[in-house]
């Protein structure tokens, strides 16, 4: 679906402008060019090539200090070879249940040394649902924080796990002693590279698990830096500069952004736990370009009082990139303007990595779009039967990039594909300019009264009002239509709107039958660790009525 030597081209042109292809002493290309041979584009050679290149360059700084490039590859080599003696091998699974912080990355390169596959745990599991994922997975450790160990307890138990401890501090529960710390192991660790494995280890990410239990979807390192570069095309990054990622690392997002800090050298800012002020604290303290968010922390940022968030100086941030979840038009403008035209949104899925980025001016021009395909990625709007729709129409998404996962573990199956591209799950629409709108989930579509409704649009359409901060549409069971639509509304601060008024504003716009014949207000939606609406508990808190 590319001409290679033109994708070479163009990578080669992108990471030049970018500052990511650089001039390189002789000694140190060639031990580069080993490391690439020995370990791929996985993290493990990230790690090497940064400490080649800028050892002395700040690689991490968190709430436990900071880590130069050089400390972090010396750090992960111990930790490797503490792995490897504790019977952690090429090819095993390493399961990590932590925060943002320095364990977290050094965990992923260390594991990645080895050869093994490390499986990112979700945070907010409740033990059935981590106990699901390890048994399923079946990894040969895990490495947890302190604070979850009541929840690795129950996700462990009558299992033959190695336990190690990533992150403690005060307050946390004590772990037991025979699960040994990580700093322990460092301590102890041998700082030699270690034998580089036959294979290179692969990353699983879990997906979000809001239409059911979260499957594990492996993805191998890139073949190139064809990807890191398409990015950079859609988005002004440059190399070496600071990153704060305050999404979640076990998400894809999260995850994206420290793998991608890595061929840039970038600095990565963490904080342990999202915190709207203490956010803009770490911008005005470490000065970052860029901000990588799900757009829920941008809400939760611009509810602080005005006075507060003008405290800080938040002139560093040339770039902030929201995914994870939906970013609504009226979110988005109006964090523009208050901090400016600096706001970028990744639409993708764990499976299919990316389909669009919007910039600012697409934002602005297109409100809610989710931008237009970076370079190396096609996306297709497929229809009944199959087939291919022209401009404007609504079908099924389908994309291909060299990204697209290798399939989910445990053999549960895989995303529907036609034509070699992906399905992302969703619904929607592609305009004149190339740019892509998403609809609703595929699995939203709600049948009342024989029409098909995309819930997707009428919650647009209820965000779009001045008095709606947030809005949830979904399908109640009817004798008479079949299903019947009720809007879940959180209504704007200081704004008062009854649900008249509410229907009323959605019959002006779109058909009758669009129109909930239910409005109920809340305080606020049920989410996910990374801000996604979570529409199976209000569907389900409908059926227990």
Do not use: C
Request: hydrophobic fraction near 40%; glycine fraction near 8%.
């Amino acid at each position: 679906m590319k001409n290679p030597l033109a994708s070479k081209a163009f990578t080669v042109k992108v990471l030049a402008r970018s500052g990511v292809l650089k001039p390189v002493r002789p000694d140190r290309l060639a031990r580069l060019g080993v490391a690439y041979l020995r370990w791929g584009a996985t993290p493990a050679t990230g790690a090497i090539a940064n400490a080649l290149r800028r050892p002395n360059d700040l690689a991490i700084i968190d709430d436990e200090g900071s880590l130069t490039w050089r400390e972090l590859h010396v750090r992960t080599n111990k930790l490797a070879h503490a792995l490897a003696d504790e019977g952690v091998g090429e090819g095993d699974g390493v399961a990590l249940l932590a925060r943002n912080h320095r364990f977290f990355i050094e965990s992923t390169v260390a594991v990645s040394k080895l050869g093994g596959n490390s499986l990112f745990l979700n945070t907010s599991f409740a033990g059935p649902q981590a106990a699901g994922v390890l048994e399923r997975e079946k990894p040969r450790a895990v490495i947890y924080d302190a604070e979850f160990l009541d929840l690795i307890d129950e996700a462990t138990e009558g299992r033959q796990l190695k336990r190690f401890v990533a992150l403690e501090v005060d307050g946390d529960p004590t772990p037991p002693a025979k699960d040994r710390r990580l700093e322990d192991l460092i301590l102890e660790g041998d700082p030699a590279e270690p034998v580089a494995p036959k294979e290179n280890g692969k990353i699983v990410i879990l997906t979000s698990g809001t239409t059911g239990t979260p499957k594990g979807a492996t993805r191998g390192a890139p073949k190139s830096l064809d990807p890191v570069a398409a990015m950079l095309d859609r988005v002004p990054l440059k190399a070496e500069e600071r990153t704060l990622i305050a999404a979640p690392l076990f998400h894809a997002w999260g995850a994206a952004h420290f793998q991608i800090a890595l061929p840039l050298g970038s600095t990565i800012v963490l904080q342990r736990k999202f915190d709207p002020e203490r956010t803009l604290q770490a911008i005005d303290r470490e000065r970052p370009s860029l901000m990588a968010v799900v757009p829920v922390m941008l809400a939760r940022i611009l509810d602080l009082p005005e006075e507060t968030i003008k405290k800080y100086d938040l002139s560093s941030l040339r770039v902030v990139m929201a995914s994870g979840s939906a970013l609504h038009a009226k979110l988005a403008n109006k964090w523009m303007d208050a901090t400016g035209e600096n706001l970028y949104n990744l639409y993708g899925s764990t499976e299919v990595a990316w389909a669009a980025i919007a910039t600012p001016q697409d934002m602005r021009s297109a409100p809610g779009t989710v931008g237009k395909p970076p370079h190396g990625t096609d996306v297709v709007i497929f229809g009944e039967g199959d087939k291919r729709l022209p401009t404007g129409e609504t079908g099924r998404i389908f994309v291909w990039n060299d990204l697209l996962f290798e399939g989910y573990t445990g053999g549960s199956g895989s995303k529907q594909e036609l034509e070699g591209m992906m399905s992302t799950g969703d619904v929607g629409h592609i305009d004149e300019e190339n740019r892509l709108f998403v609809d609703s989930r595929e699995d939203d579509m709600i049948v009342s009264g024989g029409e098909n409704v995309y819930p997707g649009e009428v919650e647009d359409l209820l965000m779009g009002h001045d008095a709606v901060e947030e809005a949830a549409v979904i399908g109640v069971e009817d004798e008479q239509f079949g299903a019947r639509l009720k809007a879940v509304v959180v209504k704007a601060k200081g704004k008062s709107i009854d649900d008249a008024a509410l229907k009323e504003h959605v019959k002006k716009n779109l058909a009758r039958y669009k129109v909930p014949r239910d409005v109920e207000f809340v305080d606020e939606l049920p989410r996910n660790a990374t801000g996604k609406i979570l529409k199976r508990e209000l569907v389900e808190k409908e059926g227990t009525k």
